[in-house]
């Protein structure tokens, strides 16, 4: 049997611990976590920990990692947005392939940077947009090129950020701020433009955009609201965004209370840890008072080769946390809600059908089941098991996905105006 592929995580946050490092459990015929690099100390120790991991074999940072002699195959790069392109490209020279977070990189011209260092390299390289992986956009994939519905037309795409999703990551957390991330439509929405550019499956040439920071500001802040939810707030009781409700008093269910669980706001997971990181860091912060400047509502008009077109809305002000999406063919149509994990397919003249997505599938963990199937995927096409999947986003088609997004961030700053892809 062959062995599996040894894999170093370079960043243990919420993606590199915990979505990435527990597949060495679910599949340790095919991925054996052998080092992890990461700066706060008490990730590092507890991830050590989980995983059996000698000291020596855990670093401060990527860069002391890529310091040292090759000792893996694959690295799985989960640093912040702004790290990537430095460490990508010196992993690339160092000879490992790579399973790059998304976003490649901030701008083109760095995604190009480690497209070359991959080349050069002859290195396999994934970009992680997960949701061609899902069984949800497979099945639409599959029933597009079956032909059900004759020649795609026409896309409509809705990203359902979440209410307490905007407030947790792009209002009070990591993707806040362009000038430290980059825009929400690259940070969020690059899954969209890649899912949409796949679906179609033609170069996109045209975008235009509009959007705002409508709502999280200074100027929507309700009267007697305080700089931190905790510091006496006299809007507390009728904000949805107090902290308190969302990271302590599990109000809403679970999927909130899962980041002061998880290591988001603090290490120190105990009830004290939770409020001492809300009295004190960013996400005990009033939405209405953050560095934020991200937008929280954005459309994007996207006209594709033959004349396809597509639109996009991504809104904050969702209580769904989900995407939405339809396609329209010269013979049918097809529409599905990921949470609702049904496809509604219509062939024009004929019965609705309804495709039960979980007939499918039961793996529906970490992003629709996207997760685990990509990294099935890349480790397999690593380890030579398997060719290279049409599903695998190389960075060639990335980089166009990247492009769509960017672009659509020049259209919106420069008030809709249509922008040409070359
Ligand atoms: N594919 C997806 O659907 C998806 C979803 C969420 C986030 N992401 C992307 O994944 C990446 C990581 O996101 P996250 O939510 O895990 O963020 P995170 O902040 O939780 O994790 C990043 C980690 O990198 C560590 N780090 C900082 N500098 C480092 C260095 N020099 N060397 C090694 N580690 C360093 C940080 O301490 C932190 O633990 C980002 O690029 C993000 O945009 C992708």
């Given at each position: 049997m062959s062995e599996p592929v040894k894999v170093a995580i370079l960043g243990c946050g919420m993606r590199g611990q915990f979505m990435y490092a527990p597949f060495s459990k679910l599949r340790p015929d095919l991925m054996k976590l052998v080092a992890v690099a990461e700066p706060d100390q008490a990730k590092r120790e507890e991830i050590a920990q989980e995983y059996d991991l000698p000291s020596d074999k855990c670093f401060f940072s990527a860069e002391d990692f890529l310091a040292q002699p090759k000792m893996a195959d694959v690295v799985f790069l989960c640093t912040q947005d702004r790290q990537h392109v430095s460490q990508a490209v010196a992993a690339l020279d160092k000879g490992y392939h790579l399973m790059l977070e998304k976003p490649a990189a901030t701008t083109v011209e760095d995604c190009e940077t480690i497209l070359a260092a991959a080349n050069r390299n002859n290195s396999k390289v994934a970009v992680c947009h997960v949701l061609r992986y899902t069984m949800f956009y497979q099945l639409i994939k599959f029933y597009i090129q079956s032909g059900r519905i004759?020649?795609?037309?026409?896309?409509?795409?809705?990203?359902?950020?979440?209410?307490?999703?905007?407030?947790?990551?792009?209002?009070?957390?990591?993707?806040?701020?362009?000038?430290?991330?980059?825009?929400?439509?690259?940070?969020?929405?690059?899954?969209?433009?890649?899912?949409?550019?796949?679906?179609?499956?033609?170069p996109c040439k045209r975008v235009s955009s509009f959007g705002s920071l409508g709502h999280f500001n200074a100027e929507h802040a309700p009267y007697g609201a305080a700089e931190r939810c905790l510091d006496g707030c006299k809007a507390k009781d009728g904000c949805p965004y107090d902290a308190e409700k969302i990271y302590i008093f599990e109000r809403y269910g679970s999927v909130e209370s899962h980041y002061s669980r998880s290591g988001a706001l603090t290490e120190d997971r105990s009830l004290e840890g939770v409020y001492k990181a809300l009295r004190t860091g960013p996400y005990g912060r009033c939405v209405y008072h953050c560095d934020n400047n991200v937008v929280d509502h954005q459309v994007v008009n996207l006209e594709f080769e033959d004349n396809i077109t597509a639109a996009f809305t991504m809104c904050a002000f969702t209580g769904e946390f989900s995407r939405?999406?339809?396609?329209?063919?010269?013979?049918?149509?097809?529409?599905?809600?990921?949470?609702?994990?049904?496809?509604?397919?219509?062939?024009?003249?004929?019965?609705?059908?309804?495709?039960?997505?979980?007939?499918?599938?039961?793996?529906?963990?970490?992003?629709?089941?996207?997760?685990?199937?990509?990294?099935?995927?890349?480790?397999?096409?690593?380890?030579?098991?398997?060719?290279?999947?049409?599903?695998?986003?190389?960075?060639?088609?990335?980089?166009?996905?990247?492009?769509?997004?960017?672009?659509?961030?020049?259209?919106?700053?420069?008030?809709?105006?249509?922008?040409?892809?070359?």
């Open positions: 004759g020649d795609v037309m026409s896309v409509n795409q809705l990203e359902q950020v979440g209410w307490w999703h905007m407030a947790h990551s792009f209002v009070r957390g990591n993707w806040r701020n362009s000038d430290e991330s980059c825009p929400m439509i690259l940070a969020k929405s690059c899954h969209d433009m890649d899912i949409i550019r796949w679906l179609v499956g033609k939405k999406t339809e396609i329209y063919g010269t013979r049918g149509s097809i529409r599905g809600d990921m949470a609702e994990n049904k496809l509604y397919l219509t062939t024009f003249g004929q019965p609705t059908e309804v495709i039960d997505v979980a007939e499918y599938t039961t793996d529906f963990s970490g992003h629709g089941g996207g997760d685990n199937k990509m990294m099935t995927e890349f480790l397999e096409y690593v380890r030579g098991d398997r060719p290279m999947s049409n599903t695998l986003t190389t960075l060639e088609t990335s980089i166009e996905s990247h492009k769509m997004a960017l672009l659509a961030e020049e259209s919106r700053v420069h008030g809709g105006q249509p922008v040409d892809i070359h």
